[in-house]
C-alpha cells in the first residue's frame, strides 16, 4: 500500500534492443501481507505519467485479519486501485465511501490535497479471505497539479475488453488498440489487465511513446528473452513490440504513455513539480489543523491518521526524471 515505503527495486543490466530496462522489485511483508514495488526505480522512475507500481499481496487473511491504512494525504497525483482477488473499502476526504471489488476502477485524483483510508470491511473480516492487486501512482501535468480533488469508481462492466486469439485485455485507463476507458485522465496514457494462455502473443500498443509490461504470474518470452512473475519490463520507443506466453499462460498489466516532459518530485505521499510545494504540505500534515487546513480527514474514519515521523520528517524529496 503506498503509506508504507519499501526497498529500492533491483535494476540488472537489460539486455536485448528492444528492452530499455529491467526492474525487479524487492519484497516486503508487511506482516504476513506482502508488498512489491516496481516504481519509482533507481534506473527508471517513470513509465508515461506512471510515477509508482506496487503489487499487493497475494495474501490470505484469517477470519478477523485484514488490512487497515489510516487516513493519510496526497497530492499532485491520480492513485488507480485494481484488484485480482479480495475486497476493501476507499474513504476520502470528498465524503467517498466505495467498497472495491476485483475487476473495478477505483480512481482518485489528489489534485491540490486529498486524504483517503483504506480498510477491510467488518463483513469482510468475518469470513477467510485472499487479497491480490495492483496500485498505481500517476503524475498529473503541471498544469493540473493543482487542480480541484475528484473520485470516480467504475464497474467492471463499464471497461473495454479487447479479445483475439488467446487473448482477453481490459482496458483499464486511457486508449488502446481503438478503445477508450470510461475513466477521466489528464494525460495521454493506456493501462491494460491482460489475460494470455499458453502460447498466445500480444503485441503492444504503438500508438503510446513510453511503454511497459509487468508480469503478474506466469511467464512471457519477448525476443528470445524469458521473464517470469514478478518482473517490469520497460521498451525502447517505436519498437514493435510483441509478447508470446510461456506454456502456464500469463497474466500482465500493460502500461505507458507519453513521456512527461518535466520533472517530478516524490516524497512520501507527495508528487509535485516543486519541491517547495511538498514542503508547504508535510508542514500543514504535521500541524493537523482538519478545520482550516488544507487537508481535512474522511468523514466516518476520523479517530486516527498516519503522521509524519521523526525520521519522514528529515527526508528530503526525490527527483523522479521521466526517463
Known sequence: MSWNPTHNPLCPTAEGSQLETLIIPRARDLGGFEV???????ERQMVGPFIFFDQMGPAEFITEGGIDVRPHPHIGLGTVTYLYQGE??????????????????????????VTHSERTSDATRATRHNLFGIQTWIALPEDREDMAPAFEHHKEAALP???????????????AYGQSSPVTLQSEAFYLDVVLEAGAAFPLPDNHEDRGVYVTSGAVDVAGQTFEAGRMMVFRPGDQISLHARQQGARLMA????????????????????KDRIADDKEAWQKADWESGPFSL???DTDEFIPISAALARTKPREAQPR
Not at 36 to 42: E, G, K, Q, S, W
Not at 167 to 175: H, K, S
Not at 255 to 274: A, D, K, Q
Open 298 to 300: 474522511p468523514p466516518g
Open 255 to 274: 502500461l505507458g504513455g507519453s513521456t512527461m516532459n518535466e520533472s517530478r518530485y516524490i516524497w512520501w505521499n507527495f508528487v509535485s513539480s516543486s
Open 88 to 113: 476493501f473499502e476507499h474513504r476520502d476526504s470528498l465524503g467517498t465511501q466505495q467498497m472495491i471489488y476485483p475487476g473495478e476502477v477505483n480512481w482518485m485524483t489528489a489534485g491540490r490535497g
Open 161 to 175: 475488453v479487447i479479445r483475439d486469439t488467446g487473448v482477453e485485455a481490459r482496458l483499464i485507463l486511457g486508449d
Open 36 to 42: 512489491r514495488r516496481a516504481l519509482p526505480a533507481p
